[in-house]
T-cell receptor, first 116, second 115 residues
Framework: GAGVSQTPSNKVTEKGKYVELRCDPI?????LYWYRQSLGQGPEFLIY????????DSGLPNDRFFAVRPEGSVSTLKIQRTERGDSAVYLC??????????????FGPGTRLTVL | AQKVTQAQTEISVVEKEDVTLDCVYE???????LFWYKQPPSGELVFLIR??????QNEISGRYSWNFQKSTSSFNFTITASQVVDSAVYFC????????????FGEGTQLTVNP
């Protein structure tokens, strides 16, 4: 079946602009995660959705970052007033996580965001 | 606090050599999960294995094997008879039961297998 997909694959924007990054999880996966990966580092957690609600948003760096998942499937990560330090690869992952069981997270190809 | 340390930043081997990637973790939880992911040059993280803290049995999958030792808080990964296609960045990750579902990743080890 289809894996996690993310669009766009690359996004170049100017400092101060608003961007939206989209994630399509694996069909049937109830849990969705956003991570950010800077060059040469491991991914860092941003936010986790279980269904439509954000179960854990403690990884969002500040209030310029916001994410939604209105129908419990597709999610959008929104960044306002982008800064050069926001440049990174934004990774989305999904997992089954039914009945409180921990399942592996499957990752998408990422969106490379460059803020000029 | 939770932390994953992959002390080897880069490893270079010649094809057919065996190579072990080290992973040391820190957690105060008694229930936790450990993972290994592979990130090839294409960039997409590929899931390799998941272990829970109650299962210390080592696992072998083809040329891959994993050694989980709670006594040393380590979860090392060995590739036997390495191949050029094994060249990638490998990440070890930890999930603590008390931290919800977030993965905490190590810094990764860049493995280069030369022909």
């Amino acid at each position: 079946g289809a894996g996690v997909s993310q669009t766009p694959s690359n996004k170049v924007t100017e400092k101060g602009k608003y961007v939206e990054l989209r994630c399509d999880p694996i069909s049937g996966h109830t849990a969705l995660y956003w991570y950010r990966q800077s060059l040469g580092q491991g991914p860092e957690f941003l936010i986790y959705f279980q269904g439509t609600g954000a179960a854990d948003d403690s990884g969002l760096p500040n209030d310029r970052f916001f994410a939604v998942r209105p129908e419990g499937s597709v999610s959008t990560l929104k960044i306002q007033r982008t800064e050069r330090g926001d440049s990174a690869v934004y990774l989305c992952a999904s997992s089954l996580n039914r009945l409180g069981k921990v399942n592996e997270q499957f990752f998408g190809p990422g969106t490379r965001l460059t803020v000029l | 606090a939770q932390k994953v340390t992959q002390a080897q930043t880069e490893i270079s081997v010649v094809e057919k050599e065996d190579v072990t990637l080290d992973c040391v973790y820190e957690t105060r939880d008694t229930t936790y999960y450990l993972f290994w992911y592979k990130q090839p040059p294409s960039g997409e993280l590929v899931f390799l294995i998941r272990r829970n803290s109650f299962d210390e049995q080592n696992e072998i999958s083809g040329r891959y094997s994993w050694n989980f030792q709670k006594s040393t808080s380590s979860f090392n990964f060995t590739i036997t008879a390495s191949q050029v296609v094994d060249s990638a960045v490998y990440f070890c990750a930890l999930l603590q039961e008390t931290s919800g579902s977030r993965l905490t990743f190590g810094e990764g080890t860049q493995l280069t297998v030369n022909p």
